[in-house]
T-cell receptor, first 115, second 116 residues
Framework: DTGVSQDPRHKITKRGQNVTFRCDPI?????LYWYRQTLGQGPEFLTY????????KSRLLSDRFSAERPKGSFSTLEIQRTEQGDSAMYLC?????????????FGPGTRLLVL | AQSVAQPEDQVNVAEGNPLTVKCTYS??????LFWYVQYPNRGLQFLLK??????LVKGSYGFEAEFNKSQTSFHLKKPSALVSDSALYFC??????????????FGQGTTLQVKP
C-alpha cells in the first residue's frame, strides 16, 4: 500500500494526558499537512511542512500542540495536556509539486476522544 | 478571504437518478477546486479537481463536476446514482494566500443519501 498511513487509528485518553500521532506520507511527496475535523464539519487546516521545515501554523494550533517532521519523511503531532475540546478526527495529507494542482491525498485519520 | 459553501446539508436521490451536489466558492486569483468523498470513520478520498482547461472535469467512480466562473460554482454531478455513492462529500479550494502553502479550505460537507 503506497498511500498515506496514520497511527493509531483511534485513541482514547483522559483529560490532561499527552498524546502523539504519527503520519507516514506517500514516499515521494515532500509536502505534508495536518487537518482537524470535528463532527459535522469540514476539515480545518492545522499546519504544513515542506520537507522538514514547518512553514505555516494555524491559529487553531495552540501552544499545547506541536508537530515535527524531523527527516522530511514521517511527521508527528503531539497534543499536551489534552482537553475535551481536542476530541476530533486528525487527518494527515501529502502532496507533490509534480502533480497537477498538487492534489492532496489523505490518510485514514486518527480519531481522538478525550474523556 | 477564501471560502467554500455547500448550501445543502443533505441530498436525497433515488438509485438510477442523476445527482447534483452544489458548491460555490470565493477566492482571489484562479481557483484550484477539488471534490473529496468521505465514508464513515474513514479519511478523505480524492474524486476530481479543476485546475485549468475544460470546464467539465471527469473523476473517479463516474463523477464529474462543472466549473462555472461567472457563478463561482463547482457542482458535483453523476448521471446515475448508486446506493454505494451514499457518503459525505466535501468541496475544497486551494488557498492562494500568503506563503502559498497550498492548504485546502473545505466546505462543511453534504451528505448524499441514495435510496434503492
Amino acid at each position: 500500500d503506497t498511500g498515506v498511513s496514520q497511527d493509531p487509528r483511534h485513541k482514547i485518553t483522559k483529560r490532561g494526558q499527552n498524546v502523539t500521532f504519527r503520519c507516514d506520507p506517500i514516499s515521494e511527496h515532500n509536502r505534508l499537512y495536518w487537518y482537524r475535523q470535528t463532527l459535522g464539519q469540514g476539515p480545518e487546516f492545522l499546519t504544513y511542512f515542506q520537507n522538514e521545515a514547518q512553514l505555516e501554523k494555524s491559529r487553531l494550533l495552540s501552544d499545547r500542540f506541536s508537530a515535527e517532521r524531523p527527516k522530511g519523511s514521517f511527521s508527528t503531532l503531539e497534543i499536551q495536556r489534552t482537553e475535551q475540546g481536542d476530541s476530533a478526527m486528525y487527518l494527515c495529507a501529502s502532496s507533490s509539486p509534480r502533480t497537477s494542482g498538487e492534489t492532496q491525498y489523505f490518510g485514514p485519520g486518527t480519531r481522538l476522544l478525550v474523556l | 478571504a477564501q471560502s467554500v459553501a455547500q448550501p445543502e446539508d443533505q441530498v436525497n436521490v433515488a438509485e438510477g437518478n442523476p445527482l447534483t451536489v452544489k458548491c460555490t466558492y470565493s477566492v482571489s486569483g484562479n481557483p484550484y477546486l477539488f471534490w473529496y468523498v468521505q465514508y464513515p470513520n474513514r479519511g478523505l478520498q480524492f474524486l476530481l479537481k479543476y485546475i485549468t482547461g475544460d470546464n467539465l472535469v471527469k473523476g473517479s467512480y463516474g463523477f464529474e463536476a462543472e466549473f462555472n466562473k461567472s457563478q463561482t460554482s463547482f457542482h458535483l454531478k453523476k448521471p446515475s446514482a448508486l446506493v454505494s455513492d451514499s457518503a459525505l462529500y466535501f468541496c475544497a479550494v486551494r488557498d492562494h494566500g500568503s506563503g502559498n502553502t497550498g492548504k485546502l479550505i473545505f466546505g462543511q460537507g453534504t451528505t448524499l443519501q441514495v435510496k434503492p
